[in-house]
């Protein structure tokens, strides 16, 4: 069966500081996925996606992450990071011919002045 | 395009009684789903529906969690009888793929937040 696992419950950051987001995947068949960023009281939005070709995938807001097969990795990342930025982060696998996604158990970005 | 419609956003009731969601998705998504995201941990599928057939719902507590989706465009879920462990969000969510299809990312809703007393 197919899982997520995220690395890290609580990631504090000054501003304008790099951080990097953990996920790893187990997966036993072909490996579309996914980065969702949910904001307080709303609900989630994607960020960006990795179906296949180039194994760095840059989405919305400056993030980016990079899909890593040997080590079943898909860590987010972001040069520089904003007050803004605070938010809950989810890795998501897709599972199954029904597009059914499998999400981690998020990870808090706490952004600092 | 308008986004994934649910009601209400905020609903407290207390244990035993029963409760029902509504999510209106985005208009032509073939797709729909429920969530479940209880407080510190990420969403679980509960229920998935390809136009008004379900396709998977092996997380549904079927004893009484339901859903339905009578037309193949809005859909209720409905808890009878909530217990405390139910507090959580419930998330609505919509794509156009259907079996095999090629749309990978869901619209998620806003949710609503149950808290059950």
């Known amino acids: 069966a197919q899982s997520v696992t995220q690395l890290d419950s609580q990631v504090p950051v000054f501003e304008e500081a790099p951080v990097e987001l953990r996920c790893n995947y187990s997966s036993s068949v072909s490996v579309y996925l996914f980065w969702y960023v949910q904001y307080p009281n709303q609900g989630l939005q994607l960020l960006l996606k990795y179906l296949s070709g180039s194994t760095l995938v840059k989405g919305i807001n400056g993030f980016e992450a990079e899909f890593n097969k040997s080590q079943t990795s898909f860590h987010l990342r972001k040069p520089s990071v904003h007050i803004s930025d605070t938010a809950e982060y989810f890795c998501a696998v897709r599972s199954g011919g029904y597009n059914k996604l499998i999400f981690g158990a998020g990870t808090r970005l706490a952004v600092h002045p | ?117």
Not at chain 2, 11 to 24: D, G, L, M, T
Not at chain 2, 27 to 43: K, M
Not at chain 2, 54 to 72: I, M, N, T, Y
Not at chain 2, 96 to 110: E, L, M, P, V, W
Request: proline letters at 4%; aromatic letters at 12%.
């Open chain 2, 1 to 117: 395009e308008a986004g994934v419609a649910q009601s209400p956003r905020y609903k407290i009731i207390e244990k035993r009684q029963s409760v029902a969601f509504w999510c209106n998705p985005i208009s032509g998504h073939a797709t729909l789903y429920w969530y479940q995201q209880i407080l510190g941990q990420g969403p679980k599928l509960l229920i998935q529906f390809q136009n008004n057939g379900v396709v998977d719902d092996s997380q549904l507590p079927k004893d009484r969690f339901s859903a339905e989706r009578l037309k193949g465009v809005d859909s209720t879920l409905k808890i009878q009888p909530a217990k405390l462990e139910d507090s959580a969000v419930y998330l609505c969510a919509s794509s156009q793929g259907g079996q095999g299809g090629f749309n990978y990312g869901y619209t998620f809703g806003s949710g609503t937040r149950l808290t059950v007393v």
